[in-house]
């Protein structure tokens, strides 16, 4: 276990200090906010913290400027700059301040936190060279730098502190559940239980049963009384995941509950009043499903109180490398062979099109953790994963020529004869000519309909000029007309 201590966060975002200030708090710190230096100097005296938090740019000074005499005063506390003035004259400031760390803004929560744990292990450390890691769930489950991301924790922010109804929109996989979690994990029901539920999972004959739960003989094979998923989740949050599934009568005495605050079992009579928080979630087009009398209006609105949408990883590539890393972390505490992750290959993981978005990408890296016989994963290995189909042309950083030089260094360094005997040159360059036939095609064929068949651009991405591009789609077969976005 990590280090508990007392923590002071200053900024005058009250959304930060919430959200910043009841993650440290489920972490088991003692934690105060303020907004302004002037109260800053205050709760220093008053509250004695072993760390502080501040940002800068505070409405009554430069969060920086007192830090050295800060540091100089109390020489066993540490500090963490928080920052948008993201420059490295912000950065050295801090350093030459004597601060223990600088994380930028936007911030992830995690990478706060294991600030937040180092600096306790640097205080409480009493064997030197001792080693404790972090506690697994001093973070939240959510990972992200991104301005799409800042958006999200800035939304679960405001809605921790009340029991307003949730309805978190997005693709499939993008981590729905989640936010579920999280919201429930940081706000006043996190000691009651969090029960999810998906409706596209069950049979509909079965969903009010699961929901509602049932008496004894209220239907063929119901032997005992059963609670179901609200009852279950009494004091707490209960998660409709895939709430676009849910039937049209199972909708009705949803709305009902929401309503009043109670319902019936099946084959009930007596009403069972219940107190939960409700957060649904879907990847389909809700007003849509209205239009066609697939989903209640009414229901949707009770629903759709504070709308969170999750985006897709394709639109957030920026945290791909950050997200890749802490799955490759947690394949690790789960046992599987710990893996590094090359600069090159997080480049590349960063230019896939991610259809299966977060939940692909964990399956990747779990994938790569067994399968990589190397510590740290390159490109290459990467490369022979990843479907060249969804991976963006005008990233792939190289020319045919580059390519054909990459496919004759893999046979050379990898590819053997007889009992271990190196290929020779005549049948490495067989080989060469053999792999590079299948993968050229996929090349040519991707950055071709990436430009809507336009010739001179898919040369110029490619790196050959345009009457090589002609020869190489006569020698293989390929139509330019056939190759655009809409064929």
């Known amino acids: 276990m990590s280090p508990k201590g007392r923590i002071l966060v200053v ?24 907004g302004t230096i002037a109260e800053r100097s205050q709760l220093l005296r008053s509250f004695a913290p072993d760390i502080l938090i501040t940002d ?72 030197e060279g001792q080693e404790q890691p972090a506690d697994e769930n001093d973070g939240l489950p959510l990972v992200g730098r991104s301005a799409a991301m800042q958006e999200v924790y800035r939304t679960i922010a405001r809605v921790i502190s009340n029991d307003l109804t949730i309805l978190v929109l997005g693709e499939s996989g993008t981590g729905k559940e989640l936010v579920a979690e999280a919201i429930h994990n940081l706000g006043r029901r996190r000691t009651k239980p969090f029960v999810a539920i998906n409706m596209a999972a069950i049979p509909r004959e079965l969903i009010e049963s699961e929901l509602f739960g049932h008496e004894k003989g209220a239907f063929t094979g119901a032997q005992a009384r059963t609670a179901g998923k609200f009852e279950q989740a009494q004091g707490g949050t209960l998660f409709l995941d895939e709430i676009g599934d849910m039937p049209m009568e199972a909708q009705t005495r949803l709305l009902r509950v929401l309503q009043s605050g109670e319902f019936t079992s099946v084959g009930g009579n007596n009403p069972i009043r219940v107190d939960v928080r409700i957060i649904a979630a879907t990847n389909q087009d809700l007003p849509s499903l209205i239009s066609q009398n697939k989903f209640r209006e009414d229901l949707y609105y009770r629903l759709n109180v504070v709308p969170i949408h999750l985006p897709a990883l394709r639109e957030r590539r920026d945290d791909v490398p950050l997200l890749a890393r802490h799955f490759l972390d947690l394949a690790a505490n789960d046992g599987l062979p710990r893996k590094m992750l090359a600069e090159d290959a997080a480049r590349l993981l960063s230019q896939y099109s991610w259809p299966g978005n977060v939940r692909e990408l964990q399956n990747l890296m779990q994938r790569l953790s067994v399968l990589c016989r190397e510590d740290v994963i390159s490109a290459g290995v990467v490369r022979q994963i990843l479907p060249a189909s969804q991976i963006s042309p005008e990233h792939y950083g190289e020319s045919v020529e580059q390519l054909r030089s990459a496919v004759r260094t893999w046979a050379r360094e990898n590819l053997t004869v007889g009992s271990g005997a190196t290929m020779a040159s005549g049948e490495e360059d067989i080989l060469h000519e053999a792999l590079l036939s299948v993968v050229e095609p996929v090349l040519l064929k991707e950055t071709l309909r990436s430009v809507d068949g336009n010739q001179i651009k898919a040369a110029q991405l490619l790196g050959i000029n345009r009457n090589t591009l002609r020869k190489k789609l006569t020698d293989y077969g390929l139509d330019p007309a056939e190759l655009r976005r809409g064929d």
């Not at 919430?18 to 105060?32: Q, T, Y």
């Open 56 to 127: 800068v740019k505070l409405p009554d000074g430069d969060g920086l400027d007192d830090v050295a005499n800060i540091i100089e005063r109390c020489p066993d506390i540490s500090v963490i700059i928080l920052s948008a003035q993201n420059t490295l004259n912000t950065a050295v400031r801090a350093t030459e301040k004597g601060a223990f760390e600088y994380l930028p803004k936007p911030f992830d929560l995690n990478e706060l936190s294991r600030a937040v744990s180092d600096a306790l292990l640097k205080k409480h450390k009493d064997v």
């Open 11 to 34: 900024d005058d975002d009250q959304a930060i200090c919430m959200v910043v200030g009841e993650a440290l708090r489920r972490s088991g710190h003692k934690v105060k906010t303020s």
